[in-house]
């Protein structure tokens, strides 16, 4: 089973709407959460990460980590046609690089103009 | 602004060829990272280096090997590969103490 797990699978939003992508840990262990996203033809970029409980804005995106439950959402505002990409959920069992970073499967949005 | 660059693009090749990828890093990073990434866009870790030592070695065939001459510098080698080695792979960097992964464009291998 894969230790970290994302929905939906696929997400369309109209331009200007509001997106919401969902991530859960499977192991206790991995309490540390990042967002990246990926453009077709480029590699992943990190996005944000979150490691305490509660929200953590950046622009036009919010994430929200609940620790009790490993879940951490992404919400973006506003969403504009360049934030079409494949997201993906990575968690590790440390903020720092001795912890492997595993990903989540990916959530592809497509915003709509 | 891309600081971490991979060659080649693309790759084709026959079954039990041996390739060869390259990754540099300009980030200043000690650590450097390969992952492959599946045709259902799914990323798997297989490597980790710091500072040119192996410290992530995930179960991958024994065809694939990493070498390392300096702390910017990454590369993969396959030898003999195989259909199922058809994927892109992605290399990326990392500061010690932060867990934030920077990745280049990755290289794209297709074996027919």
């Known amino acids: 089973q894969q230790k970290v797990q994302q929905s939906p699978e696929s997400l369309s939003v109209p331009e200007g709407g509001m997106a919401s992508l969902n991530c859960t840990s499977s192991d206790r262990n991995f309490q540390y959460f990042w967002w990246y996203r990926q453009h077709s033809g480029e590699g992943p970029k990190a996005l944000m990460?979150?490691?305490?409980?509660g929200d953590k804005k950046e622009g036009r995106f919010t994430a929200h980590l609940n620790k009790a439950s490993l879940h951490v959402s992404l919400h973006i505002r506003d969403s504009q046609p360049s934030d079409s990409a494949l997201y993906f959920c990575a968690a590790s069992e440390k903020n720092y690089n001795q912890g492997k970073l595993i990903f989540g499967q990916g959530t592809k949005l497509s915003i709509k103009p | 602004e891309t600081a971490v660059f991979q060659t080649p693009n693309y790759h084709v090749t026959q079954v039990g060829n041996e390739v060869s990828f390259n990754c540099k890093q300009t980030?200043?990073?000690?650590?450097m990272y390969w992952y492959k990434q599946d045709s259902k866009k799914l990323l798997k870790i297989m490597f980790s280096y710091n500072n040119k030592q192996l410290i992530v070695n995930e179960t991958v065939p024994r065809r694939f090997s990493p070498q390392s001459s300096d702390k910017a510098h990454l590369n993969l080698r396959i030898k003999s590969v195989e259909p199922e080695d058809s994927a892109v792979y992605l290399c990326a960097s990392s500061h010690r103490f932060q867990n934030t992964l920077y990745f280049g464009a990755g290289t794209r291998l297709s074996v027919l």
């Open positions: 990460s979150i490691f305490s409980d």
């Open positions: 980030l200043g990073h000690d650590t």
